[in-house]
C-alpha cells in the first residue's frame, strides 16, 4: 500500500509563505491520486487539493484557488503544497493522502486510502 509521509509544517506570521512535502513510500508505481486535505481545531477534515499521478492533472478547493498550488517531483515520488500570503484562518493539520479515484469525489474523507500523520501549521497574527 502506498503510505503519504509528510513534512514542513511549523509556526509561520500572517502573509508568510511555506512549503510543505509529501513523499510517497511503498509501491510507487501504485500511486493514482496524491491529496492534501487540512482539519483546523475543533473542524471536519476539508479537502484542499490533488494532483493525479503523472498526468499533471491537479484540482482545488475553491476556498484556496489562487493562493495554494501542490507542485510534483515524480524523480523524487513528491509533491508538495505551496501555501502563500497565509492568514490565522489556516491554521491547521495539514495531511497528504492516497487515492485511487479522481473527480469530485475527492473532496471527501472516504476517498482515501492511506494516509500520512500530518503536519501543523500555525500562522500567528
Known amino acids: 500500500q502506498v503510505q503519504p509521509v509528510e513534512s514542513g509544517g511549523g509556526l509561520v506570521q500572517v502573509g508568510d509563505s511555506l512549503e510543505l512535502s509529501c513523499e510517497a513510500s511503498?509501491?510507487?508505481?501504485?500511486?493514482?491520486?496524491m491529496g492534501w486535505l487540512r482539519q483546523a481545531p475543533e473542524r471536519d477534515r476539508e479537502f484542499v487539493g490533488a494532483d493525479r499521478w503523472g498526468s499533471g492533472d491537479t484540482f482545488y478547493a475553491n476556498s484556496v484557488k489562487g493562493r495554494f498550488t501542490i507542485p510534483r517531483d515524480f524523480p523524487k515520488n513528491t509533491i508538495y503544497l505551496h501555501l502563500k500570503n497565509l492568514k490565522p484562518e489556516h491554521t491547521a493539520d495539514y495531511y497528504c493522502?492516497?487515492?485511487?479515484?479522481?473527480?469530485?469525489?475527492?473532496?471527501?474523507?472516504?476517498?482515501?486510502?492511506?494516509w500520512g500523520q500530518g503536519t501543523q501549521v500555525t500562522v500567528s497574527s
Open positions: 493522502a492516497h487515492s485511487t479515484q479522481w473527480g469530485p469525489m475527492l473532496a471527501k474523507v472516504r476517498a482515501y486510502d492511506s
Open positions: 511503498g509501491p510507487t508505481n501504485s500511486v493514482y491520486t
